[in-house]
């Protein structure tokens, strides 16, 4: 620095100064895109939006029956898979539909709180599909290719008969 006068020092320092700033700015910039992008992957756009598609939850649980149907279960392990999965999605539709409590109760206490809900015959249509998965779940049971259809077709019978516009809200 022996060479330079304070006015060239000073305009070095400026410089570097001003490079720093701008690498700052730059990083700055850098961070908040990629703050925004990380956010963006949690299925929320830019402006804070929620990008969710709501699926009303008849349409849901038929979709997901559908689905399970292609997947014919090969060996006890997946019968029982499968008879859990059915079982599961009828006890969502039940809380959501009827409002109450099907996931955390046994089947003859669903059914009870369905008794003044339900006809009898939609009583003894999902009971009979929650007592064949209860069954192959419980007491190791088994089932065949003609049983597992039947119990996806009752169960989307069921709820296409039982479906209402207040379905549509989730």
């Known amino acids: 620095y022996k060479d330079f006068s304070m006015e060239e020092i000073a305009e070095m320092k400026r410089k570097k100064l001003k490079k720093i700033i701008i690498i700052i700015a730059i990083l700055l910039i ?6 925004f992008i990380y956010k963006s992957k949690d299925k929320k756009s830019i ?9 009303p939850f ?6 997901q029956l559908n689905k399970l149907q292609k997947k014919q279960p090969n060996n006890k392990k997946e019968i029982k898979e499968y008879h859990s999965n ?25 059914i009870k709180d369905l008794s003044n809900k339900l006809h009898k015959s939609d009583k003894n249509d999902i009971k009979f599909v929650l007592d064949r998965a209860d069954n192959i779940k419980y ?3 088994t089932s065949v290719p ?14 296409e008969k039982h479906k209402t516009k207040d379905d549509r809200i989730n």
Not at 58 to 63: E, L, Q, T, W
């Open 58 to 63: 008849d349409i849901d649980a038929i979709n």
């Open 47 to 55: 402006l804070g939006q929620s990008q969710k598609v709501i699926i």
């Open 139 to 141: 007491a190791k049971g």
């Open 86 to 110: 059915i079982s599961l999605i009828i006890r969502e539709y039940l809380e959501k539909r009827f409002h109450i409590k099907a996931l955390e109760k046994p089947t003859g206490e669903i």
């Open 146 to 159: 003609i049983q597992n259809m039947e119990s996806i077709r009752l169960s989307i019978q069921f709820i």
């Open 30 to 35: 850098l961070a908040t895109i990629a703050f």
